[in-house]
């Protein structure tokens, strides 16, 4: 556990997946964050191949439906914000479920706060003081998507890629030079967030080129890129840049998650079966679901 002596350590519930299903385990997650107890970090890998769907994404604008349909995959909508990704097999999932005292403190995560911000940012303020502004109180964090995205950038850094130049850009990306290196999205509620994050690991160019159009509206640092001008590959950015023997597959860059994770928090490991069994009995409200959505439909 990085962080002062007399900071209380934070459990959180370790849930190691393998082969869940992208709406499986956006299921599971949505459960965690509107009815869960507990805090959890949730690792996720071999997932089949699937579109997913912002909650708000529109299909015409981002899916090439003719190869969709050609390759059989499902189309998932998530109960999050944020874009449009393919994933597959070789995706790396990482989900923070919690309440918000999760990320209130640098030192229950394990982060050095007087550690340099991980986002270059012209502002004279950082997100995160943003988001305490808005709070009312001055100096107090708010858990806002602003400083989520911080923590967790710096999160990132620190414990899954520290010898890459990995960093937020323009306060809502994971970036890596001038690549993105994550797709991600978020829930907050009073009491507790949702921040799930896809990492792509030996990219299929193919099959993302072929399913997914060049997005009409872009972060002004995409700059019309293609796909594979913009995305890219942590996989071959760890091959480029490492000085020594590192395990880039996806399985090896899960076993970093699952180290990262036992360095800052009090970790208890459990199933995804024990992840469900924290549901049992609970009610509440499903928004995940896997799109119907026909040729003749749209």
Avoid at 51 to 56: A, C, H
Avoid at 175 to 185: E, Q, R, S, T, Y
Wanted: one cysteine or more.
């Amino acid at each position: 556990m990085v962080g002062p002596q007399n900071a209380a350590p934070l459990l959180v519930r370790l849930v190691r997946s393998k082969g869940l299903s992208v709406l499986e385990m956006l299921r599971l997650e949505e459960g965690l964050f509107r009815a869960g107890k507990h805090n959890y970090l949730h690792i996720n890998t071999g997932a089949a191949p699937c579109m997913v769907l912002g909650r708000s994404s529109k299909h015409k604008e981002h899916l090439n439906f003719d190869a969709i349909a050609d390759r059989k995959l499902p189309i998932v909508r998530r109960f999050t914000g944020g874009g449009v990704v393919y994933t597959d097999e070789s995706t790396l999932f990482c989900s923070f479920v919690g309440s918000h005292d999760m990320f209130m403190r640098a030192d229950n995560i394990g982060i050095d706060s007087t550690s340099q911000r991980v986002m270059p940012c012209s502002q004279n303020t950082s997100l995160a003081q943003a988001d305490s502004v808005r709070s009312g109180v001055a100096g107090t964090p708010r858990m806002g998507p602003r400083f989520l995205m911080e923590m967790t950038a710096k999160w990132y850094k620190q414990h899954f890629l520290p010898e890459l130049d990995f960093h937020l850009r323009d306060g809502q990306d994971y970036a890596v030079g001038d690549l993105k290196v994550g797709g991600n999205a978020q829930s907050i509620n009073t009491g507790r967030f949702c921040h799930h994050t896809s990492f792509p690991i030996n990219i299929d160019w193919q099959a993302l080129n072929k399913t997914l159009k060049q997005p009409a509206k872009q972060p002004e640092w995409r700059k019309h890129r293609t796909h594979k001008e913009f995305i890219g590959d942590i996989s071959a950015l760890l091959r480029q840049t490492s000085w020594q023997t590192v395990d880039t597959s996806v399985e090896g860059l899960a076993a970093r998650l699952v180290s990262g994770a036992k360095e800052s928090f009090m970790c208890e490991e459990i199933s995804t079966e024990q992840a469900w069994q924290d549901l049992k009995d609970c009610k509440y409200r499903q928004v995940s679901i896997q799109e119907e959505v026909g040729l003749d439909s749209i």
